[in-house]
């Protein structure tokens, strides 16, 4: 199945400093790239898969649920681990889930998260029905663009389907049980205006956590994918600040992003 355009995964070989970028639910690479090329403009090493059954059609992601998912993002950080002395997760959405997720497994093989409007739970009359609909109904109505910036689209699909969407419920209540194990310093940026997550999941993330260095940043211009919105230029330039504050030899070796590998060249 072809990928949609803009929905290649985007990979750069940088210095000795690695960033991993975990994309939500339904969405696809597009959403993080720009993140990612200003990022590898810096001189950082940079992986934005793209996850199983996500960047062609909803009904290929029926099949899917998040192990899979987060087996995609597990073997990235793997691969970013043999190459670089330091390596840092960044997420949004479910991404956040994801990225929450390993480094509760990792420990000190991640140095730092980073979290855009990380998703806790499934919200809505749907969630707790989820377990007996999902069998009858194949689908619901999309989550993206939720972008306050005008003529901005964010590439995904306009359907949800409901399989996955009762996998992801499930993997957000694993996920939540294991935040006492995240330890490491955070960042966490989220919208007070978000149509798909609200904030009650960002507050429930920072008191579970056992984090010490936690900043958390309210991004009062933008909605729910906040990385390509209006406060997205804040979201680079306090996720690169954040990378060297915890490691300052990030950018200071490397070549300069004149090449991805596995992506086109232009960024959504």
């Given at each position: 199945m072809p990928v949609l355009p803009g929905a290649e995964p985007y990979r750069h070989e940088g210095g000795e400093v690695g960033v991993l970028l975990c994309h939500g639910f339904t969405g696809c690479p597009q959403s993080l790239r720009p993140w990612a090329e200003y990022l590898a403009e810096r001189g950082l090493t940079v992986s934005l898969p793209l996850l199983p059954g996500h960047g062609t059609r909803w009904q290929d992601m029926q099949v899917t649920g998040?192990?899979?998912?987060?087996?995609?993002?597990?073997?990235?950080?793997?691969?970013?681990?043999?190459?670089?002395?330091?390596?840092?997760v960044?997420?949004?959405?479910?991404g956040g889930a994801l990225t929450l997720r390993l480094a509760a497994k990792h420990g000190d093989a991640v140095q730092?998260?980073?979290?855009?409007?990380p998703a806790n739970k499934v919200h809505g009359?749907?969630?707790?029905?989820?377990?007996?609909?999902?069998?009858?109904?194949?689908?619901?109505?999309?989550?993206?663009?939720?972008?306050?910036?005008?003529?901005?689209?964010?590439?995904?699909?306009?359907?949800?389907p409901l399989h996955a969407a009762y996998s992801v419920r499930q993997f957000f209540r694993l996920v939540d049980g294991e935040l006492p194990q995240v330890t490491q310093p955070?960042?966490?940026?989220?919208?007070?205006?978000?149509?798909?997550?609200?904030?009650?999941?960002?507050?429930?993330i920072l008191s579970r956590v056992s984090s010490t260095d936690v900043t958390e940043i309210l991004?009062?211009?933008?909605?729910?994918?906040?990385?390509?919105?209006?406060?997205?230029?804040?979201?680079?330039e306090e996720s690169y600040a954040f990378i060297g504050r915890l490691a300052p030899e990030a950018g200071t070796t490397g070549s300069p992003a004149t090449k991805s590998l596995g992506g086109s060249t232009t960024g959504g």
């Open positions: 998040w192990q899979d998912w987060y087996a995609e993002v597990d073997r990235e950080l793997r691969s970013l681990r043999e190459r670089c002395s330091r390596v840092f960044f997420g949004l959405s479910m730092g998260v980073v979290v855009v409007n009359a749907m969630a707790s029905l989820l377990p007996v609909v999902r069998h009858l109904v194949p689908s619901t109505k999309g989550l993206t663009s939720d972008i306050a910036k005008p003529g901005v689209e964010e590439v995904g699909y306009d359907r949800v955070m960042l966490l940026l989220h919208s007070p205006q978000d149509h798909v997550v609200p904030p009650a999941d960002s507050a429930r991004l009062e211009q933008s909605y729910h994918v906040a990385t390509l919105d209006h406060d997205a230029e804040r979201i680079f």
